[in-house]
């Protein structure tokens, strides 16, 4: 059962618009949203996160946006670039234990996004 | 600081044959994952150690074991390897809500 679901499984954008990458999840239980990048033959790194009590987050060019009622949640890169071309994952988290304040992640099936010029 | 190691970085086994991929991190988390990546199923958790001494089944841990033999090291073995087991393998280390995520290893079962 996937518990988070991401659309479009590609994207191809062009040098300078928005890319807009999509993601769904079941599990109200979750309390964190990440997005991780990952480029060709390299682990992915966190991108930029989100908790469910704010409805977006902007860092720089990269910004979530966040619909707690339609479970729902998406990333915006605007200004897109040819260097932003990589594989985009959200994820959603459920904490393992409280007390020491780490997270179980469930990851999207990823999208992958080019920019052309 | 080299965050997190794995290694080998490339692996090709044969059905049946064992082996043991090794993670290791100089970032003193208390938490390490194995994820496999597979095309078109994004990363799935095999095993996770919330803390030293403890190890979980994570969403595929068929096929696999793991040993968190210290603080800094947390390894994944597979006993007889099967070719379903191809994947890229990740390692990645955490101590709050961010996770560091290894280079990766890729291993081919023929």
């Known amino acids: 059962q996937q518990q988070v679901k991401q659309s479009p499984q590609s994207l191809i954008v062009q040098k300078g618009g928005i890319s807009i990458i999509n993601c769904a999840y079941e599990n109200t239980a979750f309390d964190y949203f990440p997005w991780y990048q990952q480029f060709p033959g390299k682990g992915p790194a966190l991108l930029i996160a989100?908790?469910?009590?704010?409805s977006e987050k902007k860092e720089g060019r990269f910004t979530i946006s966040f619909n707690k009622s339609a479970k729902q949640f998406s990333l915006h890169i605007m200004d897109s670039q040819p260097g932003d071309s990589a594989t985009y994952f959200c994820?959603?988290?459920?904490?393992?234990?409280?007390?020491?304040?780490?997270?179980?992640?469930?990851f999207g099936t990823g999208t992958r996004l080019t920019i052309i010029p | 600081n080299a965050g997190v190691t794995q290694t080998p970085k490339f692996q090709v086994l044969k059905t049946g044959q064992s082996m043991t991929l090794q993670c290791a991190q100089d970032?003193?988390?208390?938490?390490m994952y194995w994820y496999r990546q597979d095309p078109g199923m994004g990363l799935r958790l095999i095993y996770y150690?919330?803390?030293?001494?403890?190890?979980d089944k994570g969403e595929v841990p068929n096929g696999y074991n793991v040993s968190r033999l210290n603080k800094r090291e947390f390894s994944l073995r597979l006993e007889s390897a099967a070719p379903s087991q191809t994947s890229v393998y990740f390692c990645?280390?955490?101590?709050?809500?961010?996770?560091?995520f290894g280079p990766g290893t890729r291993l081919t079962v023929t």
């Open positions: 990645a280390t955490a101590q709050t809500y961010e996770q560091y």
């Open positions: 970032m003193n988390h208390n938490s």
């Open positions: 150690s919330a803390s030293e001494g403890t190890t």
């Open positions: 994820a959603a988290s459920i904490r393992i234990e409280s007390n020491f304040g780490n997270e179980k992640l469930t």
């Open positions: 989100i908790r469910p009590d704010v």
